[in-house]
């Protein structure tokens, strides 16, 4: 049995500015996917029952957004992490890819060389 939904959740976060309002949305889908890049290559996670927290406001004076975006993981390690889409609740989330498809892909690229 797996006990991963017992394991310290850990936060990732990013700060920065944005100058245009119109790049407000489609920064944040990057940032948060680049956040999710960061936390697999360091075994974690992302916890899929915590919501980002994305917090922006205008600042008058420098005339631009300021922004803090946080993510949540909980690490199960790297190679875990490259089945696992996140943790939600007490489930583990498997990704769509299967190990099957992709040593198929490899024997074929293999028999293709020669």
Do not use: C
């Amino acid at each position: 049995m797996d006990h991963s939904h017992h394991k310290s959740i850990k936060r990732f976060s990013l700060d920065g500015i944005i100058k245009d309002d119109i790049a407000i949305g489609r920064l944040r889908i990057e940032y948060t996917k680049l956040l999710n890049t960061e936390m697999r290559l360091n075994g974690y996670a992302p916890r899929l029952d915590i919501d980002p927290n994305f917090t922006i406001y205008y600042n008058h004076d420098k005339d631009h957004y300021e922004f803090i975006l946080s993510v949540y993981g909980t690490y199960l390690g790297r190679k875990k992490t490259e089945w696992i889409e996140g943790i939600d609740g007490t489930m583990l989330i498997p990704t769509q890819k299967s190990k099957s498809n992709e040593l198929s892909q490899d024997q074929e690229s293999t028999s293709n060389q020669k």
